[in-house]
């Protein structure tokens, strides 16, 4: 990986930052010299904007950087000061799954040999404005939160003792575990869409490399196998339910591949790969993908990954096979519902929107709240963590009415891709009152 920067420190910031990223989503607590703060008043809902312009040559005409900001507190939650929650979409209520317990260890995360789990449970609670949490049901004895939900639930796993691995589906409405995979094979990382397609990666005990199964609703099952020695891990289903998504690690490098999901040869036929890194690990690969956790980064035509060669958040566009860099330092990304893309930093969120030849930045909090989609078509939930608990609210963007944006790039060429700077563009919103 290369390490081209001026300070030392700075890396190492970066490189903790996103080490934090897991499969399931996680965002380990990163400890600083000051506690979060609650930015939120937990009774109220408040409401900010604010236009600004960019000096120089015009170029462009953007509208959505000046926006109306309306947040809602939903209350705060434990968990296990790890893994970040997989929220409901599609529902009338909104649901939210949180593992407690201990953190379990990177064997367990990773699905590897022998790696049993007694430690952890999931939490599900129903949440409202104005309104503590409410729970709605605890699962014990060693429950993992999954990588995805759907109207009905939220995907679990559980890594048992003889080295078998399960999947199952835990129901909003508070119902026990129903197990979709329940036999001796280790399966691991699935990702269900909204028609019960499930995806996943699976193996036998005795093995190293995972394979993809594709399993539809109706209970026909298709297998991606291939003779070389490639491990095809942390699937994703596109958001209409027509391509797929996943990581192929082989030799130390990784992949990430995209293909139809409607059989093995059609997807082998459409196959596209971009690589991600050619010095690769379990972790690394854990954390290329965590961003997507819930359907966040995830578009009908572009899929947000982080970059360990550049350190950010990076947009793949398989059909046009190009790529977007976000900011500097971007360990997730989700889109927002006015298009532009909600950034989380080390120590803030923003919402950053592609000029014709660069990045607009737009600060709305300064703290790192992570963005998901929540139960409604245009919501978007965020979240921060603060010790061992999860603060919750509702985030709604609105644009105002036309403002003329203009920018000046700056280019530089990094390893094949060119980087532009951003635009100069900033907005800080506190929304403490006083």
Known sequence: MPEETSSAGLLATRILLASTLCAAGCVQEVRTQSTSRLVISPTETYEVAERLDVPGAPVITQTAISNTISVQQLGTVRYDGFTLPILSRGTDRQYIAVQTGRPVSDDVLLARNGAGNTSSCISIYACEAKMEPELIKEHTGGTLLGRSANREGVLVEKANPNGSRWIGLAPWDGGDVRWLLSNGNVNAFGWLHED?????????PAETEFELVVRRADGSVWRLREPLPYSWIYPIISPDGKSLYALRTGD???????????????????????RTSDRSDGLRARQTLAGTTGGAGITEKEIAWFSWAFLRMILWNPTEDSVR????ESVAATPSSNEGWLV?????????EFLTSSVATSLLFSDPWVARPGAGEEDTIIVLASNARL???????????????REEPEERATDGISEVESAGMSRNVDPRRD
């Open 196 to 204: 019960s397609t499930l995806v996943y990666a699976q193996r036998r």
């Open 252 to 274: 130390g490098i990784a992949d990430l591949a995209w293909g139809s999901l409607s059989d093995e040869d059609a997807f082998k036929e459409s196959l596209k790969l971009h």
């Open 325 to 328: 860099l976000l900011p500097e």
């Open 344 to 352: 989380t930093l080390p120590d803030k969120i923003e919402q950053a």
């Open 391 to 405: 603060q919750i609210a509702r985030l709604e963007i609105k644009a105002l009415e036309s403002a003329e944006v």
